[in-house]
């Protein structure tokens, strides 16, 4: 377990002078030793690319990467114990599943019966024992990447274990028993974890801390508390949630936030803000119905609803804008077409060009 | 109608390529009246079959000739260039598919190209420069001598045939066991090497038929010493031998090979060739 910090660290694929175009832009960060942490983001914003960094398997086109406080941006890849798990199952086909597991331990010149207390000890935590035996090419998709995993898992020093979307490949029944088994895992071992996925669920279920990221850069970092609470811009507001984070456009008049002819009050809401593109965001959860008007109160459209289960989403619109509202599946759907929507102000947040004011 | 013609096709064109064999065969088991007075085909019904061409190629008194030396002569020369092809050239084809070398404009492409090269030309163009490098190297009439000029051939084969088996396989494989503390060396002997059966047997066995029948090489650049089976078959051939007994050698040199491609089929078939890497 280390500390890793990026210092300037910014990669290109293609060496480009240009920074916009670059698939990681340099960046500065700390990740603690012991904590999970998501990297979450579409396809092609450079998560996997920050992974790649911090195992070797890139070297950063500039900048210096450290473990505690030891510089190893030119250590190769096999001197830095990192433990990485790839989307797809990488298992050695040649091997059994024990020879799989004990590969890494084989490498660092360990002791057979050494190795061999230790494999049976994560292959009890992985519950695959009884598969030990077996080849490796005959097992499922789901099983090969738990020996992914365990391959990671076996070495006891590794400084980091970084996971790279592992349960794209896995079914969805399966996808619930391995995350257990990685956080129960995750507990035991106490190591800083770098989990990379396109779920929010997934990192929000994992992670003490989330990275959002776009195009090569961390749009905002914190607990999944604040990115659902307080997102720092539109995108993250977009992005974590479900249904998305509403973004109605406002004017603001001598000191007044106008909705059309609604005034509104927000949490971060100054008045003295100039310029365009100004939006009021909230949570799809916060809006509640109102009886009539009142502050902070507009008016809907109602246009239908989906239903989740538990809890509805009213799709509606007011002044133009789509505005969806969740509500409990108990509350039941209002019978009028034209709905009063209580945006409470502690929960609305002021937007300028995409970012919280 | 379609299987009817595709049998037909088949059946037909068997016979066509297997007649030859077929004639060495049996002419390697008649005896000279058998030859000599027309054409015959049955063994029991139109002649008696007789061990006269076989006794006079294998050791014992009725020998006229010596194959056996030859022969071990084609199976180090052989097994030599083709050892030396399959390491050198796996290694060098790995390389070529995991990383990028470069120089100037050039890049893994065109060093590819290159080896392929080597096969473009025809062999005659090396006669000379080869004849007089291992007479220089004083090689010529050794084991070493063509195995290193067969090498030369065989090696290109291997590259190309390996970068290619290599680009199949997933990076992932490598770029893990690195993970797991093994160097480029260690990953490729550990993990990739051992994946790489099914294209190490293909590209080993280019190598052994071409290394076994090559006679140009063996012709010009041996003389007594290094004898190998092909260019002693093509001896007997020049001093007037009885057909029998040169059915019976042209068989007894490609048993080998024909033995071989019986081994590797069932090692093929038994379907490790497939490209299900994940």
């Not at chain 1, 959002?212 to 539109?234: A, D, H, Y």
């Amino acid at each position: 377990m280390a500390k890793i910090t990026l210092s300037n660290i910014g990669h290109s694929y293609n060496k480009d002078k240009d920074q916009s175009t670059w698939a990681l832009k340099p960046l500065d960060m700390v990740w603690e030793s012991g904590k999970t942490y998501a990297l979450l983001g579409p396809s092609g914003c450079g998560k996997t690319t920050i992974l790649n960094t911090i195992s070797g398997l890139v070297t950063p086109y500039q900048g210096r990467l450290l473990f505690d406080d030891q510089d190893v941006t030119d250590v190769p890849t096999a001197q830095r114990n990192i433990a990485q798990v790839f989307q797809f199952p990488t298992i050695y086909r040649s091997m059994s599943v024990f020879e799989n597991l004990s590969f890494p331990l084989v490498c660092r010149g360990w002791k057979a019966d050494k190795i061999k207390a230790r494999v049976h000890e994560i292959a009890e935590i992985l519950e695959i024992t009884d598969k030990l035996g077996r080849s490796a090419v005959k097992l499922g998709a789901d099983e090969k990447q738990l020996i992914s995993l365990g391959r990671g898992l076996v070495r006891d020093d590794v400084s980091a274990l970084l996971m790279d979307e592992p349960l794209t490949v896995i079914d969805p029944q399966s996808k619930f028993e391995l995350r257990k088994k990685i956080k129960a895992i995750n507990k035991i071992n106490n190591l800083t974890v770098i989990y990379v996925t396109h779920d929010q669920y997934e990192a929000m279920t994992f992670a003490d801390e989330l990275l959002v990221m776009s195009f090569g850069e961390v749009i905002q970092r914190g607990t999944p508390e604040q990115l659902f609470e307080k997102p720092n811009s539109k995108y993250v507001g977009n992005f974590i949630g479900s249904p998305a984070m509403n973004f109605l456009p406002v004017q603001v008049q001598s000191n007044e936030i106008l909705f059309g002819s609604t005034k509104l009050k927000t949490n971060n809401a100054s008045g003295d803000v100039k310029g365009k593109s100004i939006e009021v965001g909230i949570r799809p959860e916060y809006i509640t119905l109102a009886k009539g008007a009142g502050e902070n109160v507009i008016e809907a459209e109602l246009l239908g609803h989906d239903d989740l289960g538990s809890v509805r989403v009213l799709k509606c619109v007011s002044g133009g804008s789509p505005v969806s509202v969740k509500i409990a599946r108990s509350e039941g759907l209002p019978a009028d077409k034209k709905l009063f929507l209580k945006l409470p102000s502690e929960k609305s947040w002021l937007y300028q060009d995409g970012r919280l004011i | 109608m379609y299987k009817v013609l595709k049998a037909t096709f088949i059946t037909v064109w068997s016979l066509f390529v297997l007649f030859p064999i077929m004639w060495a065969i049996t002419t390697s088991f008649k005896p000279e009246s058998a030859v000599v007075n027309g054409a015959t085909f049955i063994p029991f019904l139109e002649f008696q079959p007789s061990l006269i061409g076989w006794k006079a190629i294998l050791p014992g008194p009725d020998s006229i000739t010596n194959l056996m030396t030859p022969t071990l002569n084609s199976l180090i020369v052989t097994a030599g260039a083709t050892a030396i092809s399959l390491i050198f050239g796996s290694l060098a084809a790995y390389g070529l598919s995991r990383f990028t070398y470069g120089w100037k404009n050039y890049s893994n492409a065109d060093i590819i190209f290159f080896f392929v090269s080597q096969r473009i030309m025809p062999p005659v163009v090396l006669a000379i420069p080869f004849f007089l490098l291992l007479k220089q190297l004083k090689l010529l009439d050794t084991h070493l001598g063509l195995i290193l000029v067969l090498t030369s051939g065989l090696m290109p084969i291997v590259v190309w045939l390996m970068v290619d088996f290599f680009n199949a396989l997933p990076r992932e494989i490598d770029e893990m066991a690195m993970l797991e503390g093994c160097n480029p060396i260690q990953a490729f002997f550990r993990t990739i090497l051992p994946l790489s059966k099914p294209g190490l047997t293909v590209a080993g066995m280019f190598c052994v038929i071409f290394g076994w029948n090559d006679v140009f090489f063996a012709l010009t650049l041996t003389a007594t010493k290094v004898l190998t089976l092909p260019v002693a078959v093509i001896a007997l051939n020049g001093t007037v031998t009885p057909y029998w007994i040169l059915a019976a050698s042209t068989v007894f040199s490609i048993i080998p090979l024909v033995g071989l491609a019986f081994v590797i089929e069932r090692f093929l078939s038994r379907g490790s060739l497939g490209g299900a890497v994940r």
